[in-house]
């Protein structure tokens, strides 16, 4: 219970002085997230998208592959990654193993296949008129589409606050194609698992505490949007 304790002031002291360590791992972090978040979104709204709104074979198979990759396990996607981006792989002479850039394009692959799930979801359940109300005033595919996606955006914000609590709270694709270099691909969740295992628990708690904060900001928000869907 000492020990225990002793951790949690030693966070509490850490994260009141702004500790320069901590507050650096937490902002390369969000860096990484938000980036792969945005690029998630950029992408995987269009295609949610053109998948809910157009007929086409293996229709349901496909939205059925988006739906279980939602639950990917991380550690399958770094494997995936490694062996792309290893010296031994495909790409190992663009040299991104062990950078930010792969950390990023492996929280891509884990939060496009929510977003684009949940904008399918999101689509589908709309009212059919606001569509149909649109073309008949004359509005082109574009114009349509923006008008749909627009009375959607509750709902499509949701998903992608989905799609940035997936990110942001992983380890594996972080620790595997990152390799928690200090400074440069620590992030919260990799400076946890390592500093904890060094013994310096009052680091990892610290860290712990702030990204339990940051979990709990985007389940507030996803259930804010959520409701404002409803």
Same mark, same amino acid.
Request: with cysteine.
């Given at each position: 219970?000492?020990?225990?304790?002793?951790?949690?002031?030693?966070?509490?002291?850490?994260?009141?002085? @702004?500790?320069?360590?901590?507050?650096?791992?937490?902002?390369?972090?969000?860096?990484?997230?938000?980036?792969?978040?945005?690029?998630?979104?950029?992408?995987?709204?269009?295609?949610?998208?053109?998948?809910?709104?157009?007929? #086409?074979?293996?229709?349901?198979?496909?939205?059925?592959?988006?739906?279980?990759?939602?639950?990917?396990?991380?550690?399958?996607?770094?494997?995936?990654?490694?062996?792309?981006?290893?010296?031994?792989?495909?790409?190992?002479?663009?040299?991104?193993?062990?950078?930010?850039?792969?950390?990023?394009?492996?929280?891509?692959?884990?939060?496009?296949?929510?977003?684009?799930?949940?904008?399918?979801?999101?689509?589908?359940?709309?009212?059919?008129?606001?569509?149909?109300?649109?073309?008949?005033?004359?509005?082109?595919?574009?114009?349509?589409?923006?008008?749909? @996606?627009?009375?959607?955006? #509750?709902?499509?914000?949701?998903?992608?606050?989905?799609?940035?609590?997936?990110?942001?709270?992983?380890?594996?694709?972080?620790?595997?194609?990152?390799?928690?270099?200090?400074?440069?691909?620590?992030?919260?969740?990799?400076?946890?698992?390592?500093?904890?295992?060094?013994?310096?628990?009052?680091?990892? @708690?610290?860290?712990?505490?702030?990204?339990?904060?940051?979990?709990?900001?985007?389940?507030?928000?996803?259930?804010?949007?959520?409701?404002?869907?409803?």
């Amino acid at each position: 219970m000492e020990y225990l304790w002793g951790g949690i002031k030693g966070a509490a002291v850490l994260i009141i002085r @702004l500790d320069a360590e901590v507050f650096r791992t937490v902002l390369l972090s969000l860096r990484i997230s938000l980036t792969a978040t945005l690029i998630a979104s950029l992408i995987g709204i269009p295609v949610g998208f053109l998948i809910s709104t157009h007929e #086409f074979p293996f229709k349901r198979t496909i939205i059925t592959v988006f739906n279980t990759l939602m639950s990917l396990p991380t550690v399958v996607v770094g494997l995936f990654l490694y062996s792309l981006l290893s010296k031994q792989g495909p790409f190992g002479p663009l040299g991104l193993l062990f950078t930010p850039t792969a950390m990023v394009i492996g929280q891509f692959i884990l939060a496009t296949p929510i977003v684009v799930a949940l904008t399918i979801s999101a689509i589908q359940a709309m009212d059919p008129r606001a569509k149909i109300t649109a073309m008949t005033l004359g509005a082109g595919p574009l114009r349509t589409a923006l008008t749909v @996606l627009s009375e959607a955006r #509750f709902a499509l914000t949701a998903a992608v606050i989905a799609g940035f609590g997936r990110v942001i709270a992983e380890v594996g694709a972080a620790m595997m194609v990152g390799g928690n270099i200090k400074g440069y691909t620590r992030t919260m969740t990799t400076a946890i698992a390592l500093e904890t295992a060094k013994g310096e628990f009052a680091f990892g @708690l610290a860290l712990g505490c702030i990204l339990l904060f940051v979990a709990f900001a985007v389940n507030i928000l996803f259930h804010y949007f959520q409701l404002k869907r409803g």
